[in-house]
């Protein structure tokens, strides 16, 4: 049984034996373990059902360790670091040869972070090692934003999880990418396209195949409920008589759908505020789908901004 704890050395006595932890981020939840225990990644990818193909973020305490784990870093890369360390961003970067090729799935480079959650970096900074996390939850099924949600899929798999309360952020981080002199945002999150050129001037998004993506997080399927889920269409109305089904819930950004045949609603924002819906997304994903409803229906939200990131999510969740 998984025990939900604050206590630090718990954790770090857990990690230093080669095993892996739940820990608070300030985005999602992360599955964490020493990128050099192998014994640590490999239980990451099997207690997530990962394909090993897939690549984990390492996790860094400080700006100065980044050429521990990484290589040739572009002078883009270093602004962007020094303005949004710690925080919510991921840099893909040429990776040095002793970063384990388990941790980056065989990949040329690596993906790194500084997150900015107090207990996270407490954490890191008591550790001699960086930490590999991908988000705490099965493969393609909804992230976990509290301790709780990170329990209830892993209570067996786990002994201990670091209960840093609810993400701030809520979607897990923009992943960028440096390809010459290009900026490539490869996973879009609360750090937006806006506020990455206002660092380093244009970047562009990344439009890959999407059963072969560059990151995985980018593959169709992602993010989803166990519940079937569609999104919502202009006429509700004649969408409902389609359905014609019972126990109909709804996500919705701002207000309530005025229909009965709605029995369960959640609003990500009632003052419209992007922020605040992409913190209470995944929650609110999270108590439609254990709410016994045949149907999820998603409305999308003003694609712009976080919007557009929540928006990314919302429609790989929909299955
Ligand atoms: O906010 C976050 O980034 C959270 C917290 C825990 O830090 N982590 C997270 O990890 O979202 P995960 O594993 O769920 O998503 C990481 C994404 C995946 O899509 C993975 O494929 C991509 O990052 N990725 C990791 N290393 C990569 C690499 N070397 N090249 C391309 N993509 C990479
Ligand atoms: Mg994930």
Not at 67 to 74: E, F, G, K, L
Not at 80 to 92: K, S
Not at 229 to 245: G, H, S, Y
Request: glycine share 6%; aromatic share 6%; net charge negative.
């Amino acid at each position: 049984m998984a025990l939900l704890t604050t206590d630090i050395n718990l954790a770090i006595m857990a990690l230093q034996n080669d095993d892996i932890i739940g820990l608070p981020t300030e985005t999602v939840y992360g599955l964490a373990g020493n990128i050099y225990s192998e014994k640590a990644i490999k239980k990451i990818f099997e207690t997530k059902k990962r394909p090993f193909f897939n690549p984990l973020i390492v996790h860094i305490k400080n700006i100065d360790y980044l050429d521990v784990v990484a290589q040739n870093i572009p002078a883009k890369a270093l602004l962007l670091a020094q303005h949004f360390w710690p925080g919510p961003l991921t840099l893909l970067l040429d990776k040095r040869a002793d970063v384990p090729n388990i941790v980056t799935a065989d990949k040329p480079t690596v993906a790194v972070r500084i997150p900015s959650h107090p207990m996270a970096l407490a954490l890191l900074q008591q550790l001699n090692f960086p930490l590999a996390a991908p988000s705490a939850n099965p493969f393609t099924s909804i992230s976990s934003t509290t301790a709780q949600h990170v329990k209830e899929y892993f209570d067996k798999e786990l002994d201990i999880i670091l209960d840093g309360g609810e993400c701030k952020k809520g979607i897990e981080s923009t992943i960028v990418g440096f390809t010459g002199d290009d900026v490539i945002i490869y996973r879009l999150g609360t750090i937006t396209e806006t506020d990455l050129e206002k660092i380093v001037g244009e970047v562009s998004i990344y439009i890959g195949q999407d059963d072969k993506p560059i990151a995985p997080g980018m593959l169709l399927k992602h993010y989803s409920p166990k519940t079937k889920t569609v999104l919502l269409e202009n006429d509700v109305n004649l969408q409902l008589n389609n359905l014609a089904i019972k126990k109909i819930g709804a996500l919705v950004f701002n207000k309530k759908i005025d229909d009965e045949r709605i029995v369960e609603q959640e609003i990500l924002s009632k003052a419209s505020n992007l922020e605040e819906a992409a913190k209470n997304l995944y929650a609110s994903l999270h108590r439609l789908d254990k709410s016994d409803l045949a149907i999820i229906l998603i409305e999308l939200l003003p694609n712009e901004g976080i919007g557009k990131s929540i928006n990314d999510r919302l429609r790989k969740a929909v299955n």
